[in-house]
């Protein structure tokens, strides 16, 4: 667990905590605080949109956001998935961004390089943990998409992004139309289709206020 990329350094972070220097000789602390760069690695997206550091998301605020959409969707409309499945998919689908920092297509890399530094970084991360093949697939399953869980949480992963646009819109006057459009066209769900519809007409009587 000694890999950091250069990449990384280079990423917005409030902080970075360097779990390679500090020797836990135990398998939750180790993977506990690998996660623990998620809560200070800022999306980047948000930042390159013009958010300002102090309101922007973190990547764990936004697996929190995901994790917690997808609780109560699978509870309303898909009681017959695996529900702890999704969770864990939801939980652990950014374990790349923890070495490898949260990569956007305005950073000049290829989707096929920016899968293999983060598989790299999700290999590494697990390497050593006695769990960590376990993690490992999971991580697998989110990218690979050929589970039921992974394509609905790869959806949900969207919309959790076109309401963080709608909480930017009503704070400060952010102008969210592009993530709602590009969120709507990634999502094939009808249900959360129907979610994206209503954030857009909020947004809407927002701005006849």
Avoid at 9 to 22: A, H, L, V
Wanted: net charge neutral; proline share 2%.
């Amino acid at each position: 667990m000694t890999y950091i990329s250069d990449f990384t350094r280079k990423r917005t972070m409030k902080r970075k905590f360097e779990i390679n220097k500090i020797n836990f000789n135990d398998d939750t602390l180790k993977l506990y605080f690998s996660f623990i760069n998620l809560k200070h690695l800022f999306r980047q997206g948000w930042l390159k949109s013009g958010i300002k550091k102090e309101l922007c998301e973190s990547t764990a605020d936004h697996s929190f956001g995901t994790a917690i959409l997808i609780l109560d969707l699978a509870n309303r409309f898909f009681p017959y998935l695996d529900k702890q499945k999704l969770l864990e998919l939801a939980l652990f689908h950014e374990a790349g961004e923890i070495l490898e920092g949260d990569i956007t297509p305005c950073d000049g890399i290829t989707p096929e390089e920016k899968y293999e530094r983060e598989y790299q970084a999700a290999k590494n991360i697990f390497a050593d943990l006695a769990n960590g093949e376990y993690y490992f697939n999971l991580w697998l399953e989110f990218e690979s998409q050929k589970s039921p869980e992974a394509v609905l949480v790869k959806q949900v992963d969207k919309l959790e992004m076109a309401l963080q646009a709608f909480f930017y819109h009503h704070e400060t006057g952010f102008s969210p139309e592009k993530f709602y459009e590009s969120s709507a066209k990634a999502i094939k769900d009808k249900n959360l289709k129907e979610i994206i519809k209503k954030v857009s007409e909020a947004s809407e009587n927002i701005n006849k206020k």
